[in-house]
């Protein structure tokens, strides 16, 4: 028992959980992504150079990565401070905020943003993906690392005092790198000390989110109390989806509003759209596991930000919710979804 058990932790402090409301449990409001730029096409170097004007945006929503001016979400923190206020309006009400070192993650905006909107901003504590670890991070002790981030959660981060409320978005990559084992390892630790939520970014290839679990489980991690991002472009037969949510972490769709046709990461993969995403959530209640289900956005690029006709940080509860209540999804469930499950994960033990 500790003074945040039975409680949630925002940039602002601590929250009794039902105050939490409708709540987007995978979003950036500011950071970088360089660290994943991927070249343009052939022949569209130029249009990369300038693609924010109206004929170029469906070449950048096409191209997301391949632009970067598009990877700096930080520089729109104005724009986010009005979607926020638009979210609320939408009846949204807390956000997760998942940015963690290595794709700059600036505490004091958030504190801001959450002081000027009225929305909860819970941040992240730990490390993005391998390649944006320092070659400190890399040769530092899985000890080294979990007392960074306890340290994240009980005292503040970047040398701030502002406090983490769950570890991650962990960033793992496919296969796992040895650096990211030691993360893991590490924020298992941190997690059994302070009985926190945990959220992995886990690496494209199907087989990556069992594997990111069998590490955590294998030091003491609390899986009942772990989020598995990103499922949306990571498994896709529901034989496998099955054998994995039968594991028992939370199962996070998360990259509603993206249509891209070619996913650069993985051409492999057909990134599903919104419909095919509403599916795959009705099959996994059908199949039991309402309690799991957790949804987001994972606004990490300026195209998808309103302000350049992207569908913001509402379009989950404007759009997606009322088309869930057409495809077998109840009203009580999109609550659970939306509400009791964040709710349930946010809590420290
Ligand atoms: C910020 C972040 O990691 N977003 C996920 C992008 S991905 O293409 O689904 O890996």
Redesign the pocket.
């Known amino acids: 028992m500790s003074a945040l058990t039975g409680k949630v932790q925002t940039v602002l402090g601590l929250v009794d959980p039902n105050q939490l409301g409708r709540t987007m449990t995978h979003e950036?409001l500011t950071?970088t992504?360089e660290c994943?730029y991927f070249a343009p096409p052939p022949g569209d170097a130029a249009v990369a150079q300038n693609p924010f004007q109206m004929q170029h945006m469906h070449w950048l929503r096409q191209n997301p990565y391949s632009c970067h001016e598009n990877l700096l979400l930080n520089q729109e923190t104005s724009a986010v401070r009005d979607e926020l206020l638009a979210y609320r309006k939408a009846g949204g009400s807390t956000i997760v905020e998942?940015t963690t070192t290595g794709?700059d993650r600036d505490l004091p905006a958030l504190r801001q943003l959450a002081k000027d909107t009225g929305v909860h901003i819970v941040a992240g504590a730990g490390f993005?993906v391998d390649c944006t670890h320092t070659e400190a991070t890399k040769k530092m002790s899985v000890e080294k690392l979990t007392d960074i981030i306890v340290g994240e959660v009980l005292h503040g981060a970047d040398g701030t005092d502002v406090r983490c409320g769950v570890i991650g978005?962990i960033?793992t990559s496919w296969p796992i790198t040895e650096s990211e084992r030691k993360v893991l390892r590490a924020t298992a630790h941190a997690q059994a000390q302070l009985g926190c939520p945990v959220i992995i970014?886990p690496g494209?290839n199907p087989a990556a989110p069992a594997e990111v679990l069998r590490i955590l489980q294998e030091v003491g991690g609390d899986i009942g109390k772990t989020v598995m991002s990103?499922l949306d472009?990571t498994i896709f037969d529901e034989g496998e989806l099955l054998e994995f949510a039968n594991l028992g972490s939370y199962l996070e769709y998360d990259?509603f509003g993206i249509e891209t046709l070619n996913?650069c990461?993985n051409l492999d993969v057909d990134m599903p759209s919104d419909s095919q995403r509403v599916k795959a959530l009705a099959f996994l209640v059908d199949e039991g596991y309402e309690d799991k289900i957790l949804v987001a956005h994972?606004i990490?690029t300026k195209d998808r930000l309103t302000k350049y006709g992207g569908h913001g940080y509402s379009h989950i509860l404007k759009n997606i919710v009322p088309k869930m209540l057409t495809r077998g999804i109840s009203q009580q469930q999109v609550d659970k979804i939306l509400i009791d499950n964040p709710k349930h994960w946010l809590t420290f033990k």
């Open positions: 950036h950071m992504f994943c998942n794709i993005y978005e960033g970014h494209r990103h472009r990259l996913y990461f994972d990490h």
